[in-house]
């Protein structure tokens, strides 16, 4: 009998292939042109063929995101534990928050150019200031749903409320960050490659507009895997992170199954 991990992993793959393959028995049998879809069979083809070109270009694309990426989760955590453990910093804070984040960030991309050059720094800034918003709304969640009845059993001990946020308040958060992080780490690809297709010249997103310029669908669509491929492993290591460092809070994978 097949363990209900490892079906669950054969599942996916399953449904992973069945959908490529699908892809290319339609384009086949209709007879879809290269210039509205190209087949999944052309895009790999132009990734084995482009890599030494596209190389370059996924690295830099791949260090912008991480770095936009920790520097919009340590401001979160910050401006998250700053809302979450004060009332008069969530009445000051939030509402500047929500507002700054309800701006489309495609509207700030420009500013950044004008204030520190086309280039590396607005992919950074861009893909940073899209993160922060959901690491913000978690970590303070988080740290609301502490209970307030723990809160006075503590102080009545002698803790401190420093002593209750460390102790108490930031693990009891820690699930609610590691969610927001797979959410923050999509975000970021989308704000990097945002400001690559404004202001760079240098990057998958760079690619991706030259390409649509010239009309070569099959390169875009090269892009936009080699974006998903980074996105997917990103997101695998901060689910196996989460795994090691908050199981106390998962349901186990056989009660789930059940």
Same mark, same amino acid.
């Given at each position: 009998?097949?363990? +209900?991990?490892?079906? #669950?992993?054969?599942? *996916?793959?399953?449904?992973?292939?069945?959908?490529?393959?699908?892809?290319?028995?339609?384009?086949?049998?209709?007879?879809?042109?290269?210039?509205?879809?190209?087949?999944?069979? #052309?895009?790999?083809?132009?990734?084995? #063929? /482009?890599?030494?070109?596209?190389?370059?270009?996924?690295?830099?694309?791949?260090?912008?995101?991480?770095? !936009?990426?920790?520097?919009?989760?340590?401001? !979160?955590?910050?401006?998250?534990?700053?809302? !979450? *453990?004060?009332?008069?910093?969530?009445?000051?804070? $939030?509402?500047?928050?929500?507002?700054?984040?309800?701006?489309? /960030?495609?509207?700030?991309?420009?500013?950044?150019?004008?204030?520190?050059?086309?280039?590396?720094? +607005?992919?950074?800034?861009? *893909?940073?200031?899209?993160?922060?918003?959901?690491?913000?709304?978690?970590?303070?969640? !988080?740290?609301?749903?502490?209970? +307030?009845?723990?809160?006075?059993?503590?102080?009545?001990?002698?803790?401190? /409320?420093?002593?209750?946020?460390?102790?108490?308040?930031? +693990?009891?958060?820690?699930?609610?960050?590691?969610? *927001?992080?797979?959410?923050?780490?999509?975000?970021?690809?989308?704000?990097?490659?945002?400001?690559?297709?404004?202001?760079?010249?240098?990057?998958?997103?760079?690619?991706?507009?030259?390409?649509?310029?010239?009309?070569?669908?099959?390169?875009?669509?090269?892009?936009?895997?080699?974006?998903?491929?980074?996105?997917?492993?990103? $997101?695998?290591?901060?689910?196996?992170?989460?795994?090691?460092?908050?199981?106390?809070?998962?349901? /186990?994978?056989?009660?789930?199954?059940?």
């Amino acid at each position: 009998m097949i363990a +209900p991990l490892a079906r #669950q992993r054969l599942l *996916s793959a399953g449904a992973l292939v069945g959908f490529f393959v699908l892809w290319e028995v339609v384009c086949l049998a209709f007879g879809v042109s290269d210039l509205i879809l190209p087949r999944p069979s #052309q895009i790999a083809a132009v990734l084995i #063929q /482009k890599m030494p070109l596209l190389w370059p270009h996924t690295v830099q694309t791949l260090y912008t995101t991480l770095a !936009g990426f920790v520097l919009g989760v340590g401001a !979160g955590i910050v401006i998250g534990v700053m809302i !979450g *453990s004060s009332k008069l910093a969530y009445d000051v804070t $939030y509402p500047l928050l929500v507002g700054f984040s309800s701006i489309p /960030k495609v509207a700030v991309v420009p500013l950044f150019v004008v204030w520190f050059g086309a280039g590396t720094v +607005p992919a950074i800034l861009t *893909s940073m200031v899209i993160s922060i918003f959901p690491v913000v709304v978690n970590v303070a969640t !988080g740290l609301a749903s502490t209970e +307030p009845e723990l809160e006075d059993v503590l102080r009545v001990l002698g803790a401190r /409320k420093r002593d209750i946020l460390w102790n108490v308040g930031l +693990p009891r958060a820690l699930p609610y960050l590691f969610a *927001s992080l797979k959410i923050a780490i999509t975000l970021a690809f989308v704000g990097t490659v945002l400001s690559e297709t404004v202001a760079s010249n240098q990057g998958i997103g760079t690619v991706m507009m030259i390409a649509s310029g010239n009309f070569d669908v099959p390169m875009v669509f090269a892009g936009l895997f080699l974006l998903a491929a980074m996105g997917v492993a990103l $997101y695998a290591v901060s689910s196996l992170v989460e795994r090691r460092m908050t199981g106390w809070a998962q349901r /186990k994978t056989d009660m789930a199954m059940a």
